[in-house]
């Protein structure tokens, strides 16, 4: 008997209907032979609720208090969904965070999964109940409740999955599946039926909102074959697993774009050991995160550095950086807000040359001028001027044939 | 240093203003130089909302999923609580029933509870925090959460208060503390300083719906000293505690009414053993709660049976009885619904005589039927016709001179 781990977010039991539809969903599954454990996240708009009351009281909240009233909202959620599961027949038992022991370290609200403890889980799966599991909480080693930060239910789902060894875990929402490019700006992308963890790691932290980047590694870990779903209409979705050899022969898998950067260069920096320490430093210590960095070999004992921060990070990074400037003597700082980044992704790359270079003259080919490249193993990611952004993805989607079957495309032969 | 549990109410936690006052008081007694636990139940309106998502689904709900939902309403306001507390300058943490551990029976949604663990409370209190306690909840032997039925909070605190032999409980309500007798009818009622627990069991059963019963018995049963008073204004309250010689002098302590009572008498019934089994056994088979029975002595071999159950049930009570009244072979069934319990309570009743004289001749003299009566050692109840419950109550208040401060009384002395 296989056992599917099934995870809803807070839109798909947003109402008693909706819930309803969900534990039709579970039962189902039931009755196709299956042990199933359902994890659901708070009823949609509730935790904004929760954490406006909190951030009604005061701004820099105690953080072991804050956890305590958001994961109140899915002991809501996990209660009326099994109500509505035993209201249609089936049996069904909710369990919190510490019942089933989500032990995690005590970084209130975002806190880090350690261990699970499954049995109580398997002796209810053992007596055909279906077991439905508040996602996004856990407990720490002092008995204190944690959240594990916005998103958190993917990766309870998928660590859950791993801890029972599931056969599957199914990650409903609201969108069916992963795409090739963003169909909202690429009319001919098209779901992919499969993809491997690596290329999905990679379009999440390039700006594909589907799964919390730590739902992804975990299932990479463990080995976890996930698969996202729609939760409003029927479909196979996309499953997520290790790479094969069909994967490799497909060069590029997905065309990603993200416009929440902004581009930084100093100017005139001192070609001396330490420089690039003082830099990045500084930004470290205010909790910026930085992007793509890029400095020139030097001739003159003079170099630019240049790199890209989150945008909203955008003027805070300006006045962190005057200091340090000043200290290593550079000349000017200059920046620019307006750019975007459009990246390739697929892990065919690793063993296809000519990848760069088509890329660069697709791009070329349309005008669109290139202001930063950087690359890993299964992806490049180039950084234009925004306005161009939407005309580069469909350029690039055209350029890699990704609008074709993968079998049917002449670069991946 | 003394040790205070303080207890608030779902409409003294049901705004963030009010959460904030409620801090304060606790901040304000910690400061006087007590040790601090409060205890709170969700905030106004929220149980009734999570009641209301549960019946939106099914009316015979799954109680320990019940259970899960609404013991959420608790988990927000003392992490709110808490974080207010710690805005506010103090230390502050908070728990739920799991966390301290509150045991209780596994009867879902009426659970009792078996004992309290209080080593996690003892170490923060000496750590220099308020602790905040989720009121109305607990956990099983199983680690199931359970709920301690509507007013729960109450019976929380006085456990709690037990369980760590507090000095004091406080219970903070949307009154000043017991009265003589309701202010909305005696405008001369005056606020009791002091008041035994017998007393006060014998008003809540009788009517008084300032505590839960179940909180009075356990603070009787541990000695808890226990104050009602108000959190909206300033005031002593009212102080239960264990009757000592001042409360022995006074005669009469309050007089209380109520309403919820409804008559049935069933005539000609045949004077042989086993009758009253048969015709109660009908009533508590169908749960129906049967207050006062009186049965007179019986020369003709035929005797009439009159008792009082509560007036909701009164019509059910007429059906179930059909059946049994058939057997025994009685004459009739008669009931009336408009009646009324008029109670005088009070611990010096022990040792006093001429008190239901008293009582009787001032019903008398204004001329009110009596229709039953019946008596405990420290209370004296009267039914009668339902119009003239107010008359009956003033006039008894004036009868035992209530108004007055207990030392001026002729009757006490």
Redesign the interface.
């Known amino acids: 008997m296989s056992l599917i781990v099934q995870k809803f977010g807070g839109t798909s039991v947003g109402s008693?209907e909706r819930?309803?539809s969900v534990a039709a969903r579970a039962i189902a599954a039931q009755q196709q032979g299956h042990q199933v454990v359902v994890t659901v996240s708070a009823m949609a708009g509730e935790t904004n609720r929760?954490v406006a009351?909190?951030e009604?009281?005061?701004e820099r909240?105690?953080k072991?208090?804050?956890?305590?009233?958001v994961?109140?909202?899915e002991?809501?959620s996990?209660?009326?969904l099994?109500?509505?599961i035993?209201?249609m027949g089936a049996r069904?038992?909710?369990y919190?965070g510490?019942?089933v022991r989500f032990l995690t370290d005590s970084v209130y609200s975002k806190a880090r999964i350690q261990e699970i403890e499954g049995f109580r889980i398997r002796d209810d799966l053992e007596k055909g109940y279906i077991v439905v599991i508040a996602g996004f909480q856990g407990v720490d080693e002092k008995?204190?409740?944690t959240t594990l930060g916005r998103g958190g239910s993917d990766t309870s789902a998928v660590a859950l999955a791993a801890a029972l060894e599931a056969d599957r875990c199914d990650i409903y929402t609201d969108v069916d599946g992963v795409y090739t490019s963003d169909p909202r700006i690429v009319s001919s992308a098209r779901r992919l039926a499969r993809i491997s963890y690596d290329e999905m790691l990679e379009m999440a932290s390039l700006g594909a909102k589907v799964l919390q980047t730590r739902s992804v590694e975990l299932a990479k870990k463990y080995k976890v074959p996930l698969r996202v779903l729609s939760s409003l209409e029927e479909g196979e979705g996309t499953l997520l697993t290790e790479e094969d050899e069909l994967m490799e022969k497909v060069v590029v898998s997905a065309i990603t774009h993200n416009r929440d950067e902004a581009k930084i260069t100093i100017l005139g920096v001192p070609d001396r050991p330490g420089v690039a320490a003082t830099i990045f430093s500084a930004l470290a210590d205010a909790t910026i995160n930085v992007d793509m960095i890029i400095q020139n070999i030097s001739e003159s004992g003079e170099t630019d550095v240049t790199f890209t921060v989150p945008r909203g990070d955008y003027q805070h990074a300006l006045e962190v950086l005057a200091i340090p400037v000043k200290q290593i003597g550079a000349k000017e700082v200059v920046g620019n807000r307006t750019i975007a980044k459009v990246s390739a992704v697929g892990v065919g790359m690793r063993s296809h040359t000519g990848v760069a270079q088509r890329m660069f003259n697709a791009l070329a080919a349309d005008g669109i001028n290139i202001q930063m490249i950087s690359t890993s193993e299964i992806k490049i990611s180039v950084i234009l001027d925004e306005k161009y952004m939407e005309l580069a993805v469909r350029t690039l989607h055209d350029a890699f044939e990704l609008d074709k079957d993968a079998g049917d495309r002449v670069i991946a032969k």
């Open positions: 008693i819930i309803r929760l009351l909190v009604g009281i005061i909240y105690n072991r208090e804050y956890d305590v009233v994961a109140a909202g002991q809501v996990i209660g009326l099994a109500i509505a035993e209201a069904a038992r909710s919190l510490w019942q008995g204190d409740i």
